[in-house]
């Protein structure tokens, strides 16, 4: 290997941790806020290239009538539930229509969208929007009324909802890939390497998310309450903060930062139905490497897990992963090691 | 034998059965399918559903055990019979090294652990040319005895269900034994278990590999059944559906994990077919009702279908057959007036929050001593810094002579020192009976494997009865055979004296014993707080009911702030205007 083989490899890992980075944000923040290890999340990252590359196409993506079906069970759930609590129709109306409103709105936009052949930048909008749209209404029909169960059972529930959203993203996109036209086609020959433009918008997004969730989580009051939440969720209660709707909150950022990083890998790699488990995995990696509460720590893991992954792709091509899913017990011996914490009930 | 146990009498007697029936080959074939989900299963019961951990790396283990013995009998020509143990050494190996990794740490570091762990080995699997890559190793023999083919048939499922039938009778003589009642407490979080001198950490080592080699008998079996073995069933997808098998089933019950392979292997089957020709196209749609029927299933029926069958089984006592067992061995009791717990400056910091503040006091053999304050003044901290549940950040306790300053609190409880907590923690589903028995831990010794085989008899006898000696001793000899999670409040403090009395403390830590009691309960607390006193043992007493606390005690230490406001006997507490300002106030 020779310097140039090792920049290439380097700019190689730094551009996929940079999506790693984003997943792994989004695992931390799901996981301190409502204590869910969120298996799904690269479900988003999936649905948000394959939805682009299906407006692309001039359909309308199957995600759309997803969305209407899950917006509708979930206006159910929330119109029953608001019933029950205080028997005023008026009232449970009012809450399953909130509930209702922007999902079919969106999913009525994609609808009239998709055979316009819009500009590809408004495709990708839409397509953030009706991925995102999804967060609240996963939170809501799987999550919401299971918040007090321990994390481990919200975990199972992960699994089902893993299993779910992939076996939905193979009836909506098929079983075939599909790889989205580059945003920008730009070249920079930089030193050995090549920038492309798409590497540049992929740095340049994350990092923006990045400094946009650092500005949120410090400096707005919704961003500090969703902190509040995550360390003492009765607290936060008494407070006032609905832990139904930080959750609900939370999940619409991990949606957003999904599709977001769906739609930056989709020029990069062709993309399956299946292909957001594995890669939402490798930022769970590095989330873990961050203890699953650092937000800079799963930013470095991030960048670590990518590099690794890349120098792993050179030499080993077929233990990639492996070598990064190994990766993960190396990590937690260390953490052990240094006393970890405990579970304790008090 | 009890009604508790009809199912297993009833799987027993079904075995030789089935077998003999004019049953067509293909429903053989699914019972045999389900005799090995169900044994892979079982141990994510003992694991899941009793210990409150889980794994996603059964499959893996199932893995492990098929290839190890593949590739042994096709290279190596070895015998099926020996490769068994070979994949059985190398899968406790591998669960040991992942179970002291994260053990150690929040519960849902297994999972995650075993997540990857499942992953990099089915791209181990798939990328390895000597494992035959994503092809697999074909061309594997079916068992046999001799000259005798157990083949896939007939003779297949009698083995499989026999296996099966033996592990679930295993797990079932476990359960219900004294390292059972240990993994029982697991899933409460590890104080109570701790301060009863059970090594939480050891038993959930324990319980990963105990789960890990039934998976690896499982991989055995299947290697031998399919003759052929590739890395799909072993993925990550099949560990979910395990996992998935034994939450539908009924993870806190042994049966859970037949009833739940049972349902998944027939309902995968039909959906395979049925789903790709009602949506057109092939492919594995069955994840999406499997994937929504989980979270269903985790909502309205957390404990699964199994639960709903035992609700109609007939529930018996436990039959009293101990009334001829030995006593369990009793320790040497310090003599009368002899220094027991000497608490010297002891302090406990939160950060700049000083909880404990440099407290000193002593107590004697025979000695009741009160710590009184108000609330928040640090009493509990304090009681946990004795038993050794918290650190102290400076300071020396000395117990006996010995000093215990740095010693966890299940080494103190093993030298004699129970407590009682101020949130009753107890293993609700139990009796009260067994959870009394557990106090009796550090004082018998029968492990995993006797209580498996059911050698532990005579001891457990023991521990019964002196569990019941201890509960009649406090009045509570009408409950033995109640569920521990059904008693009121007063009762569940009473339970939690009997069962630190079980332990045979020379020095008994009681945290508001009196909370929640009535006044008769009361007055016989106190005649039992006498009488202990009476035959030696040391109370140190924590409480807020001042008639019983100035009964009771011979000396009391008063907290405020975290610091000792004052001590001395009952009397001239009393009349200390200093205790009287904490308390209610100084007049201005």
Redesign the interface.
Known sequence: MDFSIASILMLDGVTNGAIYALLGLATVLVFTVTRI?F?PQGEFVAYGALTLAMLQTGKVPGTVWLLVILAVVAALMEGVARWRHNGQFGSALRAAFKTLVFPVLVAGLAIWAAPQQLPMGIQAVLSVAIVTAFGPLVYRV?YQ??ES?????L???S??????????G??FF??EGFRNPSFWDLRFPLGPVTLSGQMVIIFAVSLALIVMLWLYFERSLRGKALRATAVNRTGARLMGISSHSAGQLTFLLAALIGALSGLLIGPTTTVYYDSGF?IG?KG??AA?IGGLASYPGALLGALFVGIVEAFGAFWAS??K??????L??PV??A??LRG??????H | MTMKNLPLWLLAAAIPLVAWLPLPDFWIIQLNYIGLYALVCLGLVLL?GVG???S?GQAAFVGIGAYTTAWLTLNLGMSPWLTVWIGLAITAVSALI?GA??L??????L???T???G??LY??MG?LQVLGKYDGLQGLKSLSIGTLSIGQGRLFFILTWAILLVGALALLNLLDSRPGRAIRSLK????MAEAMGINTFRYKVTIFLIASLLASIGGWLLAHFQLTVNPSAFGLKMG?EY??MA?VGGVGHVWGALVGAALMKLLDDYLQVALPAL?G?S?????????????LV??YM?DGLWSMVAKFLPRSDRPVDWQNAAELPARNKPAMGESVLEVHQIRKQFGGLVAVNDISFEITAGQIVGLIGPNGAGKSTTFNLITGLLSKTSGQVKFRGQDISALRSRLIARLGMARTFQHVKMIPDMTVLENVAMGAYTRSGSGVLSSMLRTNRAEEQRLMKEAQRQLERIGMGAYLHEQAGNLAMGPQRLMEIARALCCDPALLLLDEPAAGLRHKEKQDLILVLRQLQSEGMSILLVEHDMGLVMDVCDHLVVMEFGTLLTQGTPAEIQASPAVRAAYLGTEH
């Open positions: 290890i298996i799987a009324s299971l169960a321990t994390p481990l059972v975990l199972i529930v699994v089902g909802v893993h299993f779910a959203m992939t076996g939905l193979l009836l098929g079983a594995l995995l769970f990696v873990v077929a233990f992963e492996v070598i990064v899913f190994t993960i017990l937690l011996l953490r052990s970890g914490h405990s579970d304790e009930d | 899941t409150g951990l889980t996603f992942l990794i994260t150690r740490m929040s519960g849902h570091y999972p995650l652990a997540i990857a762990w992953l990099s791209y181990l990328n409460g979080g590890s104080q979910i996992l998935f939450v949506i196209t492919g594995s749609y069955e994840v999406i009702v499997f994937g929504i029927a989980m979270v985790l909502k957390p």
